[in-house]
């Protein structure tokens, strides 16, 4: 059964820096991952999806990687602003079960201080 | 082009009572998955449809059900509301419920079950 864990579940950065957030998932068997970002008591906003083939994709300040042998990916931030205060959630969908459906890790919850 | 939608934004309901939730994807997209996300959780899966038809089902009783309608709109209904079903439901639309598409999420619609 495929599990996602993300660390750290919060992270507290002063404005300006660079950060890593990491995913995990136990079963190295998907077709893609997503980032995503959700905004408190709102809905998810997709961030970046990176195929299986591929090693990377980036947007804007955004990038991230993608090692699926190794089970993991990065969701790298750069210049980090108060606005990007908000959590931010990975998603996989993996072969088998239903096609299409994400499955989610709990999120890390990222505060920026001005 | 609009996002997802979904309505109603909030809602509550007692115990016992039946709830019916609303989801129109982008327009051009056929496929809509529902998802459920309580309180410090990531979302869970609930359903997949495509062209009317379900196409996955995640770990949820039988209380929970819905459909897709020709215009590709959704509904997800839920009987005998427990406690428990107070969550944040949120739709998401795809092209055709391939996992290689994107998928993109509505704002949600908060249920509070007293």
């Known amino acids: 059964k495929q599990e996602v864990t993300q660390i750290p579940a919060a992270l507290s950065v002063p404005e300006g820096e660079n950060l890593v957030l990491n995913c995990s998932f136990t079963?190295?068997?998907?077709?893609?991952l997503q980032w995503f970002r959700q905004d408190p008591g709102k809905g998810l906003t997709s961030l970046l999806l990176?195929?299986?083939?591929?090693r990377e994709q980036t947007s804007g300040r955004l990038n991230a990687s993608l090692d699926k042998s190794s089970g993991r990916s990065t969701l790298y931030i750069a210049a980090s602003q108060p606005g990007d205060s908000a959590t931010y959630l990975c998603?996989?969908?993996?072969?088998?079960?239903?096609?299409?459906?994400?499955?989610f890790g709990k999120g890390t919850k990222l505060s920026v201080k001005p | 082009d609009a996002g997802v939608t979904q309505s109603p934004t909030h809602l509550i309901k007692t115990r016992g009572q039946q709830v019916t939730l609303r989801c129109s994807p982008i327009?051009?997209?056929?496929?809509v998955s529902w998802y459920q996300q309580v309180l410090g959780q990531g979302p869970q899966f609930i359903f997949q449809?495509?062209?009317?038809?379900?196409?996955g089902r995640g770990n949820f009783p039988d209380r929970f059900s819905a459909r897709q309608f020709p215009n590709y709109s959704s509904e997800l209904n839920v009987n005998a509301l427990l406690l428990g079903d107070s969550a944040l439901y949120l739709c998401?639309?795809?092209?055709?419920?391939?996992?290689?598409?994107?998928?993109?999420f509505g704002p949600g619609t908060r249920l509070t079950v007293t």
């Open positions: 998401a639309s795809s092209l055709d419920g391939s996992p290689r598409w994107e998928q993109y």
């Open positions: 079963d190295s068997a998907i077709y893609n």
């Open positions: 990176i195929q299986s083939s591929q």
């Open positions: 998603a996989v969908v993996g072969y088998g079960g239903s096609q299409g459906n994400l499955i």
């Open positions: 327009s051009g997209h056929k496929s």
């Open positions: 449809y495509y062209e009317k038809e379900e196409r």
